[in-house]
């Protein structure tokens, strides 16, 4: 959470003073790109021996946690995330009295003037994401299924006691941990190559800035309220 702060605040001095920088915008959006895949690669490594922890993380508020897909947030929703930004942005722009970006998809612009031609590209990458998300959805779906055919409803059946430890549930919850780990990866990849492809070939220096400001700031939000309405349950 420290560095997602720091990553933000880099992000908002960045709109504010360097908006016409856009070699020093590039940079940014990289650097945040590789926080992100520093995060991942920690977390793909700590998966090998924990991974359920990260599907329902204790370090996140209840809030947080209905929000999560694969240890995470869908890869589809910075697609949505963007389409929303630009409507928002667009709808301000014509009440302001501006007009929309051209179509050459040029290193400045706001989320509001999006070109036809991005706007292609973004429609190409939603799709291309949505059915990455179907097969790993139907994956989860079959794991968690499976435990009606496992070893474990047997040993369950057959125990003398609930909870009776044996060998067999060892090495079971330890093939299911793996499974979930790769499962885990695999999410975390395409949520990264999703990032990528929007904010290095899709995005403009300046529009990425925006969009990764808009992200964090809405996770960090979530996470700030999620805490509040803990407190108010009485779960802190």
């Known amino acids: 959470m420290a560095q997602q702060h720091r990553d933000l605040d880099e992000l908002l001095q960045a709109v504010s003073t360097d908006s016409g920088d856009a070699e020093k915008l590039k940079s940014l959006a990289g650097k945040n790109i590789q926080h992100f895949r520093d995060y991942l690669e920690a977390r793909s490594q700590l998966a090998q021996h924990d991974a359920p922890s990260f599907f329902c993380p204790s370090w996140c508020t209840s809030f947080e946690n209905s929000f999560l897909w694969i240890g995470g947030c869908r890869p589809t929703l910075a697609i949505r995330l963007v389409y929303s930004i630009s409507g928002s942005d667009l709808e301000a722009q014509l009440a302001g009295g501006g007009r929309q970006g051209d179509d050459n998809g040029g290193g400045g ?3 509001g003037e999006i070109s036809a031609s991005q706007l292609k590209s973004i429609n190409e990458l939603h799709m291309k994401t949505v059915r990455m998300e179907e097969k790993l959805s139907s994956r989860m779906a079959s794991m968690q299924e499976d435990i009606a055919d496992d070893p ?11 909870g009776e430890e044996s060998e067999s549930v060892e090495r079971v919850m330890k093939g299911h941990t793996l499974s979930l780990a790769r499962v885990l990866t695999e999410a975390d990849e395409l949520r990264l190559a999703t990032l990528r492809e929007l904010v290095e070939d899709i995005l403009t220096p300046l529009q990425a800035v925006e969009f990764l400001m808009t992200m964090k700031k809405l996770h960090l939000s979530i996470h700030e309220w999620g805490k509040r309405r803990d407190s108010v349950l009485g779960k802190v």
């Open 109 to 111: 612009g706001n989320l």
């Open 152 to 162: 474990l409803a047997l040993i369950a059946k057959r125990s003398g006691r609930v």
